[in-house]
T-cell receptor, first 112, second 112 residues
Framework: SQQGEEDPQALSIQEGENATMNCSYK?????LQWYRQNSGRGLVHLIL???NEREKHSGRLRVTLDTSKKSSSLLITASRAADTASYFC????????????WGAGTKLIIKP | DGGITQSPKYLFRKEGQNVTLSCEQN?????MYWYRQDPGQGLRLIYY???????QKGDIAEGYSVSREKKESFPLTVTSAQKNPTAFYLC???????????FGPGTRLTVT
């Protein structure tokens, strides 16, 4: 069953601009993760944020988590052509038996 | 060179034939997972295994079967009972008791 929903479904921006993607979920979570998938490839883990954290940074990535709104955002600053990919959020829950529940993803296109 | 491999990258089969997708990992992970991904959708869990000789059904197990005879290997068989088998199949592994998952490159199965 899908828990996370990403918004927007697709995003096209110019190289150098910032890209923001959002993820909403339905039930309480322990962690929320963001993954990247290049076309036709496997997923690569980007960042994990725990339910007691509000913000986390990794290089050009910034993730925020608002548990009261059950939402998270992923910000990619100073975008590059190589950032073109689909981005997925994955959530878990205290009763999920360590399974992840995935959103449908945001397709990001960076125009040179 | 540690990692998770899936073979083949592309697979074509006639309707009514069973087909087995390979997944091997040398990351010493106890947990392994199979997901199905359809265009524009998130990942859906088919089966998972947390220990050798044991596995559990995910959300969409009907028409699929798995085995876990070795820690390193978790093959997925798509049977003729699967109504719509054409999809991109992703295998993942991770340490048991965590939400970490590491993905293989995927196998694109086309059934005609």
């Amino acid at each position: 069953s899908q828990q996370g929903e990403e918004d927007p479904q697709a995003l096209s921006i110019q190289e150098g601009e910032n890209a923001t993607m959002n993820c909403s979920y339905k039930t309480s979570i322990n962690n929320l993760q963001w993954y990247r998938q290049n076309s036709g490839r496997g997923l690569v883990h980007l960042i994990l944020i725990r339910s007691n954290e509000r913000e986390k940074h990794s290089g050009r990535l910034r993730v925020t988590l608002d548990t009261s709104k059950k939402s998270s955002s992923l910000l990619i600053t100073a975008s590059r052509a190589a950032d073109t990919a689909s981005y997925f959020c994955a959530t878990d829950g205290s009763d999920s038996n360590y399974q992840l529940i995935w959103g449908a993803g945001t397709k990001l296109i960076i125009k040179p | 060179d540690g990692g998770i491999t899936q073979s083949p990258k592309y697979l074509f089969r006639k309707e009514g034939q069973n087909v087995t997708l390979s997944c091997e990992q040398n990351l010493n992970h106890d947990a392994m997972y199979w997901y199905r991904q359809d265009p524009g959708q998130g990942l859906r869990l088919i089966y998972y295994s947390q220990i050798v000789n044991d596995f559990q059904k995910g959300d969409i197990a009907e028409g699929y079967s798995v085995s876990r005879e070795k820690k390193e290997s978790f093959p997925l068989t798509v049977t003729s009972a699967q109504k719509n088998p054409t999809a991109f199949y992703l295998c993942a592994s991770g340490p048991v008791g965590t939400y970490e998952q590491y993905f293989g490159p995927g196998t694109r199965l086309t059934v005609t």
